[in-house]
């Protein structure tokens, strides 16, 4: 199943939000680093995005209100069949919105790859789009922190959450 961000306490002004597009696919939660802005038709003034490097400055997360995606077989592509955001996908090409973090901005993600124990921080490592659990947070390219465990309904399913707070990006070493 794909990842539900959930924007608790967060920023939401223009500086904020940025529309960026992938050459693969992604999903809300996912870190990108933002690059050159597009000017082809189809994507013009969407920034072209990558997977963050340790040198990036400018990351944010997929987060978009979409609703889900499903391909056949055949390659056609169907909106709305399902109201599940666990199906929400974006597939390559496909313009999208990048929440940028600020200090102390709350979250909540489903989807957190590794071990939840003994870790106090869900981290974004360079060269990777996907959260990691972390112990001490010191080589992610964004840091948050773990502030709790709560559930949110999604149907009738009740699907658990991680808790986060946004406490920065770690200064890259000289």
Same mark, same amino acid.
């Given at each position: 199943?794909?990842? &539900?961000?959930?924007?608790?306490?967060?920023? /939401?002004?223009?500086?904020?939000?940025?529309?960026?597009?992938?050459?693969?696919?992604?999903?809300?939660?996912?870190?990108?680093?933002?690059?050159?802005?597009?000017?082809?038709?189809?994507?013009?003034?969407? %920034?072209?995005?990558?997977? +963050?490097?340790?040198?990036?400055?400018? &990351?944010?997360?997929?987060?978009?209100?979409?609703?889900?995606?499903?391909?056949? =077989?055949?390659?056609?592509?169907?909106?709305? &069949?399902?109201?599940?955001?666990?199906?929400?996908? %974006?597939?390559?090409?496909?313009? %999208?919105?990048?929440?940028?973090?600020?200090?102390?901005?709350? &979250? =909540?993600?489903?989807?957190?790859?590794?071990?939840?124990?003994?870790?106090?921080?869900?981290?974004?490592?360079?060269?990777?789009?996907? +959260?990691?659990? /972390?112990?001490?947070?010191?080589?992610?390219?964004?840091? %948050?922190?773990?502030?709790?465990?709560?559930?949110?309904?999604?149907?009738?399913?009740?699907?658990?959450?991680?808790?986060?707070?946004?406490?920065?990006?770690?200064?890259?070493?000289?």
């Amino acid at each position: 199943m794909a990842n &539900i961000l959930i924007l608790r306490s967060a920023s /939401s002004g223009d500086p904020d939000v940025k529309t960026g597009v992938a050459e693969i696919e992604l999903e809300n939660g996912h870190a990108v680093a933002l690059g050159e802005v597009s000017t082809s038709r189809e994507t013009r003034n969407a %920034f072209k995005v990558a997977a +963050p490097t340790a040198d990036d400055n400018k &990351i944010g997360l997929v987060y978009n209100a979409d609703l889900p995606v499903l391909k056949d =077989a055949q390659g056609n592509i169907y909106k709305g &069949i399902s109201s599940d955001p666990r199906s929400i996908t %974006f597939p390559a090409g496909t313009i %999208f919105n990048i929440y940028m973090p600020s200090k102390y901005d709350e &979250i =909540a993600m489903t989807e957190i790859k590794g071990t939840a124990e003994n870790a106090k921080y869900v981290i974004y490592k360079a060269g990777e789009t996907t +959260p990691t659990y /972390s112990a001490d947070g010191t080589d992610g390219v964004l840091v %948050f922190e773990i502030t709790g465990k709560k559930y949110v309904s999604v149907g009738s399913d009740r699907v658990p959450t991680v808790e986060l707070m946004f406490v920065g990006v770690p200064k890259v070493q000289a």
